[in-house]
């Protein structure tokens, strides 16, 4: 195509290179993989500046989940434990995502069923305004859950 998107059908590479530079403008590989490959006059650095831009306003436009931990022991307080759960409730209704991890130490780990007890527990006060994305599961000397908002 030329600088006035006008069709000029198949041409030879040289005769294309030649109708560029007399316009003054770049001969662009569009697409290389059509059988035969289809290149346009055009002047590429501004072609080039306004991909970028564009790339720049898309990813402007995304939405990033941010997620927030949520750390306990099995041997907490509920008072603390009301604490955490008020805070999660905070970050759900914000749209953020909440992890509740559960860390173990020394002799605890020998009874996970604590932990998983407290984990749903907090999954239960919050059923509200979150859904569970991730059920329980041990990771290394923790047990972690994955919540995320509800949506209506």
């Known amino acids: 195509m030329g600088s006035e998107n006008e069709n000029h059908g198949v041409v030879p590479i040289q005769q294309a290179m030649s109708m560029a530079r007399d316009v003054g403008l770049d001969l662009v590989e569009v697409a290389p993989n059509a059988d035969p490959p289809v290149c346009r006059i055009m002047d590429y650095g501004k072609f080039a500046y306004e991909k970028t831009r564009k790339e720049r306003e898309a990813r402007k436009n995304q939405k990033k989940v941010e997620i927030k931990t949520l ?34 130490s020394g002799r605890e780990i020998q009874y996970p069923e604590i932990g998983r007890e407290l984990i ?33």
């Not at 604490?83 to 509740?100: C, D, H, M, T, Y």
């Not at 919050?126 to 919540?147: I, Y």
């Open 71 to 104: 750390k306990l022991k099995p041997k907490i307080a509920d008072f603390h434990r009301d604490i955490r759960v008020k805070n999660a409730r905070k970050w759900l209704s914000e749209g953020k995502k909440v992890r509740i991890a559960v860390k173990f």
């Open 120 to 152: 749903v527990g907090v999954a239960q006060d919050l059923e509200d305004v979150a859904v569970v994305e991730q059920q329980p599961n041990m990771e290394g000397w923790s047990m972690v859950m994955m919540l995320t908002p509800k949506t209506e």
